[in-house]
């Protein structure tokens, strides 16, 4: 499967998730406002950090040894085992915890305790959730694009039909819920994708774990871990921030912001986590990694850097359509944002080339430094710019992300001949 044929079958599981979410934001926008964009912020990032952490952050690991194991179906079915095993037994415990501390969890993440059910719900749907990015992980790795658009498709419906239900009948507790519970239905429909698969047997997915293959997936661990604390974090502590200093309409301004940018760059994310993860991972050889990396920077930074243009040119009707008038200071977001997008993208070509090759020391060290380097940049440029510091501040920690992760990881790509 090349890049193209794989962005383009990608494309249409990308589009049909667009349109669901720029519908599930024009939804949101009028029920629960600016203020209730920023608490659904926070759980986002609770669910991320939770699920990443409940099934043993594995999942990267288990699309980069299923693609690399692509001959042998033998050692393909003890990773997955040893991988479905360890998702099981995370899930469980985290959902344990998650019962047993829910109203604490609301108030600190919420602000309320009387919102504990949510986190009720996505406790007992929790394993299902984890189950389904397991399976995913799996069809990445098989290089099954089909079935994983499918089922991609139909978590985007899902998460159409679900969030539009229960936040129109409910408001903002509705759409915490939704956020909950939506993505553990999809597991279902996955399921029935895969069962016809001459590879697939449930039975395959748990069993005795193998301890040299939890070494191997262990490496993986460190990395999502890192990225499920880091990222979410910094989002929390940079919303907080916003909240604090700039009122919680404007770090809804900024939530608003993030979700579109999520939104329109899906297209390159997904691309790079279908094809690119699975095809570096395959290849050994420097001048053949050097290829692929100038593949991508010739197609997908160019296409990053035209959406981002165009939903530049766009801003005024963007959120005229998808927000609401009440969003309209997000405008002045737009121009920083845009342009740390594109870099963005431009680094993750280079920083996929760590995931491929478990450059796990290098990865965490970066997670933690820029992560930690957005929160201060955010507050050293609202405190002098307000609201638009915090889109700068973007746009400068990614620059600097590119270059030092270009430094760094070049090395892979250009190593110094062996002496003689």
Not at 337 to 358: C, N
């Amino acid at each position: 499967m090349t890049l193209l044929k794989t962005s383009l079958l990608n494309g249409i599981a990308v589009l049909i998730r667009m349109l669901t979410l720029l519908g599930i934001n024009k939804i949101l926008a009028i029920y629960v406002g600016p203020a209730g964009y920023a608490t659904l912020g926070q759980f986002q990032n609770a669910v991320q950090m939770t699920t990443t952490f409940a099934s043993g952050a594995i999942n990267t690991g288990v699309t980069k040894y299923t693609a690399e194991y692509f001959e042998d179906a033998a050692r393909q079915q003890q990773l997955w085992r040893t991988a479905g095993s360890i998702v099981l037994a995370g899930s469980l415990l985290t959902a344990a915890v998650l019962a047993l501390l829910h109203q604490q969890l609301a108030g600190w993440l919420l602000k309320d305790p009387r919102q504990g059910d949510v986190f009720l719900w996505f406790a007992l749907t929790l394993p299902l959730f984890t189950l389904n990015a397991l399976l995913l992980a799996i069809l990445a790795g098989k290089k099954e694009v089909g079935r994983y658009v499918s089922a991609n498709i139909a978590g985007s419906l899902f998460a159409l039909l679900v969030t539009a239900g229960m936040t129109v009948r409910f408001g903002l507790h509705g759409a915490l819920v939704a956020l909950a519970i939506y993505q553990s239905i999809t597991v279902f429909v996955t399921l029935l994708l895969c069962r016809n698969a001459d590879w697939f047997r449930l039975d395959y997915l748990f069993g005795s774990i193998d301890r040299q293959v939890a070494l191997n997936l262990g490496k993986f661990t460190a990395m999502a871990l890192t990225s499920a604390a880091c990222v979410p974090l910094s989002h929390m502590l940079v919303r907080n921030h916003l909240g604090a200093e700039l009122g919680w309409a404007a770090a809804g301004y900024w939530e608003a912001m993030w979700r579109l940018s999520g939104t329109y760059l899906m297209l390159v994310t997904t691309t790079l986590g279908v094809y690119y993860l699975p095809r570096l991972s395959e290849l050994t050889d420097p001048a053949a990694l050097r290829q692929e990396i100038r593949q991508g920077y010739r197609f997908i930074l160019p296409l990053a850097a035209a959406s981002s243009l165009a939903i530049f040119l766009l801003r005024d009707p963007i959120i005229g359509l998808l927000f609401t008038g009440d969003f309209s200071p997000m405008r002045e977001l737009f121009a920083w944002q845009m342009l740390g997008d594109t870099l963005k993208i431009g680094s993750w070509i280079l920083a996929f080339l760590m995931l491929s090759k478990a450059m796990y020391r290098l990865f965490m060290i970066l997670e933690l430094t820029f992560s930690a380097s957005f929160v201060l940049l955010t507050w050293l440029f609202t405190e002098q710019l307000g609201l638009q510091g915090v889109a700068i501040a973007h746009a400068v920690n990614y620059a600097a992300y590119w270059v030092v992760v270009a430094v760094l990881v070049g090395r892979s790509l250009y190593p110094r001949p062996q002496e003689h």
